[in-house]
């Protein structure tokens, strides 16, 4: 019963976010139950979801450390443009596996240097975070532009398109790689020992270091993850909309920023968890896919998960503000009765 309520207590932000996610799913079935419940609505969703979700678990890593990862969705559409360069060569032509292979790679080597371009500056100059991603991201959609001269990339081999469209055993190939992505999140998040550090460099970087821990290694290892998350979410969209483009993922930014908050990261570090983030991952997609589905302006859904986004960060202001001043108060009263005794 204790383990229980310990556990109970642990993941109380988890439990209250899968309530919600439910609620949200059974109001929208009963509102609309022959356009939301249908087999093709619900595989629209999980073959969507991934593309937010990989961008979020990105932007998550970077904001527990006390930083900002703006420029996370170019760096999406940078690398799928990257690999949609290889994907459409002769070379992929001609040798499709090869040219897929080459194209991920591709992909995977833009991701790790834009993420040492932001950690490096970051971790080993010292400029904030926000202020570097917010220069990146205008730089590496300047790159991206200048590439593809503000067209579209296409012409990719018909065995790409399982990626971002392709199923097995019913389940969207997307979906099984942002659970794997999931998994890989939890691990290295919350179950090693760079993890550990990344959450001690984001609840306090001073003391950290000060504990042996190599801050500016940590920082940088994180924004090349952030960079690697971002590039799989890129590789899915080009295979989903079988062409590259600048904008692809452009509208992704705020939405996984929302998640991650909205899961229950700190916005200023050293708190949170890869399974809140998942969450309200899923709670954001099922919401703007209802949404739609009703028939409700695409502008006003934008509004209105804007507006999810400044009520969790006012009610979770408030509840810390409450819960700080009743240990306050529980403190005082403890130190009088002390006092009293004495």
Not at 236 to 261: H, K, P, Q, T
Not at 306 to 311: M, R, S, V
């Amino acid at each position: 019963m204790k383990a229980f309520k310990t556990l109970k207590e642990k993941y109380a932000n988890e439990l209250t976010l899968a309530c919600i996610f439910i609620a949200v799913f059974i109001i929208l079935g009963i509102l609309a139950p022959d356009k939301f419940l249908t087999a093709y609505n619900l595989g629209s969703m999980m073959s969507q979801m991934p593309e937010l979700g990989l961008l979020s678990l990105g932007m998550m890593a970077a904001i527990l450390t006390g930083g900002m990862n703006l420029s996370i969705c170019y760096i999406a559409s940078l690398s799928g443009i990257f690999a949609a360069y290889v994907l459409s060569s002769d070379f992929a032509a001609t040798n499709v596996g090869a040219g897929i292979a080459a194209a991920i790679g591709v992909a995977m080597l833009a991701a790790v240097i834009t993420g040492l371009i932001n950690g490096g500056v970051i971790a080993y100059i010292g400029v904030a975070a926000m202020l570097v991603t917010l220069g990146t991201m205008t730089l590496f959609q300047g790159i991206a532009t200048n590439i593809t001269q503000g067209g579209a990339i296409s012409g990719f081999p018909e065995a790409f398109m399982a990626l971002g469209g392709g199923n097995v055993l019913g389940i969207p190939v997307p979906m099984l790689i942002y659970i794997g992505a999931i998994i890989a999140a939890y691990l290295l998040l919350e179950r090693s020992a760079w993890g550990s550090r990344v959450y001690m460099t984001g609840c306090n970087e001073t003391a950290a270091r000060f504990s042996g821990v190599n801050t500016k290694a940590t920082v940088l290892k994180v924004y090349i993850f952030s960079s690697v998350m971002a590039a799989i979410g890129g590789l899915i969209m080009i295979s989903r909309y079988n062409s590259a483009r600048v904008d692809y993922g452009s509208s992704y930014l705020m939405m996984s920023i929302s998640a991650v908050v909205l899961g229950g990261t700190s916005i200023m570090g050293g708190h949170g968890s890869v399974i809140g983030t998942v969450i309200a991952v899923g709670i954001i997609q099922i919401v703007t896919t209802g949404l739609n589905v009703l028939g409700i302006n695409r502008y006003l859904i934008d509004i209105i998960i804007g507006a999810i986004l400044i009520g969790v960060l006012a009610i979770r202001f408030l509840s810390k503000k409450l819960s700080d001043r009743n240990l306050v108060k529980a403190r005082t009263v403890k130190a009088d009765v002390q006092s009293n005794t004495i």
